[in-house]
């Protein structure tokens, strides 16, 4: 009770500061007793990411303390924090806390900013690990297949190393688990270009595996249409007119 009227109520620094102090002592005591009893506990304990947030701008948490804390009980809550800062609905990339009625006044942005900031270093760091499997998942792939937007990758670069990792194997839709094309499918997915995205970077992918992606965006209406914001130069982008 305690803790929810604290969660509610705080307002100052001095009350967030409490309430911080209180959340990490529950968790350091209860989140190893979840994990072992998920019979009597239905879900993990876990620590708003917001509160995390605020905490590492306060110079209390690390950013690879604050890391650790979301990728823990597989990424359940960097997942709920991923969503809460990416919108991707209708395959466009926008930030929820650009709208005042989605932030907390309290955080205010600056924390919703630092959060992102977390994220994307987390994906970036994900990714990195991904690209290095050969036939076996990573211990990355499970992570990334459950986590949703907070695998947002921005930049066309990423596309296009997931794309040359595919090899000989091809996009897959409607797949789960972690069979190599399924995860590296999940990841080009949420991929968004850059404005300085430049269109020659899509010359490293050949015209047959450009033409499968495209064919793919069109076909499930992915942000594989973001392809098209690189220039439109290849002629099968604009054939299928895969507009972003």
Same mark, same amino acid.
């Given at each position: =009770?305690?803790?929810? *009227?604290?969660?509610k109520?705080?307002?100052?620094?001095?009350? #967030?500061?409490?309430?911080?102090? =209180?959340? !990490?002592?529950? /968790?350091?005591?209860?989140? @190893?007793?979840a994990?072992?009893?998920?019979?009597?506990y239905h879900?993990?304990?876990?620590?708003?990411?917001?509160?995390?947030?605020? /905490?590492?701008?306060?110079?209390?948490?690390?950013?690879?303390? #604050?890391?650790?804390?979301?990728?823990?009980?597989?990424g359940?809550?960097?997942?709920?924090?991923?969503?809460?800062? /990416?919108?991707?609905r &209708?395959h466009?990339?926008t930030?929820?806390? $650009?709208d005042?009625?989605?932030?907390?006044?309290? /955080?205010?942005?600056?924390?919703?900013?630092?959060?992102?900031?977390?994220?994307?270093?987390?994906?970036?760091?994900l *990714?990195?690990?991904? =690209?290095?499997?050969?036939?076996? @998942?990573?211990a990355?792939?499970?992570?990334?297949?459950?986590?949703?937007?907070?695998?947002?990758?921005?930049?066309a $670069?990423? !596309?296009?190393?997931a794309?040359?990792?595919?090899?000989?194997?091809?996009?897959?839709?409607?797949?789960?688990?972690? $069979?190599k094309?399924?995860?590296?499918?999940?990841?080009? $997915?949420?991929?968004? @270009?850059?404005?300085t995205?430049k @269109?020659?970077?899509?010359k490293?992918?050949?015209d047959d595996?450009?033409?499968e992606?495209?064919? #793919?965006?069109?076909a499930?209406?992915?942000t594989?249409q973001?392809?098209s914001?690189? &220039?439109?130069?290849?002629?099968?982008?604009?054939?299928l007119?895969?507009?972003?």
């Amino acid at each position: =009770m305690a803790m929810r *009227f604290a969660e509610k109520n705080w307002r100052t620094d001095e009350e #967030f500061k409490l309430l911080a102090d =209180m959340t !990490m002592a529950m /968790y350091g005591k209860y989140a @190893p007793i979840a994990r072992m009893d998920k019979k009597l506990y239905h879900s993990y304990y876990t620590i708003d990411a917001l509160r995390l947030s605020r /905490y590492n701008l306060q110079g209390k948490l690390s950013d690879d303390a #604050f890391m650790e804390l979301l990728l823990n009980d597989e990424g359940e809550e960097l997942r709920n924090a991923g969503n809460n800062i /990416y919108n991707t609905r &209708g395959h466009r990339l926008t930030l929820q806390y $650009e709208d005042e009625k989605n932030v907390d006044a309290r /955080y205010g942005k600056e924390t919703y900013k630092n959060l992102e900031r977390i994220i994307n270093k987390i994906a970036q760091h994900l *990714f990195k690990i991904e =690209m290095t499997r050969l036939n076996a @998942p990573t211990a990355a792939s499970n992570i990334i297949i459950r986590i949703n937007d907070a695998m947002v990758l921005q930049g066309a $670069e990423y !596309m296009v190393t997931a794309m040359k990792a595919l090899g000989k194997d091809h996009l897959i839709a409607s797949s789960y688990g972690t $069979e190599k094309r399924a995860v590296l499918t999940d990841i080009i $997915e949420r991929t968004f @270009p850059l404005e300085t995205d430049k @269109p020659d970077i899509l010359k490293t992918i050949k015209d047959d595996r450009l033409l499968e992606l495209a064919y #793919f965006c069109t076909a499930v209406g992915s942000t594989y249409q973001s392809v098209s914001q690189l &220039g439109r130069l290849r002629s099968c982008l604009l054939l299928l007119h895969c507009t972003y």
